[in-house]
């Protein structure tokens, strides 16, 4: 017998609170029930933001820094910068430099003296906003190019006709979750709370686990020179 050929699978939200709902133990219903667990999921992608990096929401972007200026907005999505640098003459094939900005926190941003200082920044302070920012420093004497790699937020359920902002191996992981968010929230399914709990928590470290980079990692001691 052949096989389908296809590997496409994925599911509405529609198709993923019904079988949350039917792992919870009740079929669903109404238009309030697709709502709640509609909410519930809100929340649960939001618990997944704080629980780590997930690889599909990293993107990059960039921001064009001017003479001048050292405080500039990141998008109002923006969770956190992962990595970033200086790029100096973009776009010229020949000159195009990218040089690294140091992260720092804000007490030491804050024990600088000068901050007025112009000159090619060399350090950046992000602040974790409700819509972030970045300050750097020295303040640019010119024109530069700060480049960026950021985890974004998980876009939000929609209005359950949409397909949810997961990659295929979290949808086990997003279906048990929901069916366990949903089971605490009804009194009458409060029996089914614990097995439901762990069968997300496997769910969630079994996709946690393979969502990760696969690269080899190199360590070289410092030594000190006298």
Not at 90 to 106: E, H, K, P
Not at 161 to 180: I, M, N, Q, W
Request: glycine share 6%; hydrophobic share 40%.
């Amino acid at each position: 017998m052949a096989t389908s050929g296809t590997t496409a699978f994925n599911m509405d939200f529609a198709e993923i609170a019904e079988e949350a709902w039917e792992r919870a133990g009740r079929e669903m219903r109404s238009g309030y029930d697709l709502a709640t667990a509609r909410r519930s999921m809100n929340l649960m992608t939001i618990e997944w933001q704080n629980r780590g990096i997930n690889m599909w929401t990293i993107d990059s972007g960039t921001i064009s820094v001017v003479a001048g200026t050292a405080q500039y907005n990141l998008p109002a999505d923006t969770i956190d910068l992962l990595d970033h640098v200086i790029r100096t003459n973009a776009g010229n094939a020949a000159t195009q430099s990218d040089l690294t900005i140091t992260r720092i926190g804000v007490s030491t941003y804050a024990s600088i003296p000068n901050k007025l200082t112009s000159g090619r920044p060399i350090q950046v302070f992000v602040e974790r906003l409700a819509t972030p920012r970045i300050n750097l420093w020295p303040v640019p004497d010119t024109t530069y190019t700060f480049v960026y790699f950021r985890m974004r937020r998980i876009e939000d359920a929609g209005s359950g006709a949409e397909t949810p902002d997961v990659v295929f191996r979290f949808l086990p992981c997003l279906v048990a979750g929901l069916a366990y968010h949903i089971a605490m929230k009804v009194p009458e399914l409060a029996g089914r709370v614990e097995m439901l709990k762990a069968a997300y928590d496997e769910q969630y470290n079994l996709a946690a686990g393979e969502d990760r980079e696969k690269t080899s990692e190199r360590y070289v001691p410092r030594v000190a020179r006298i």
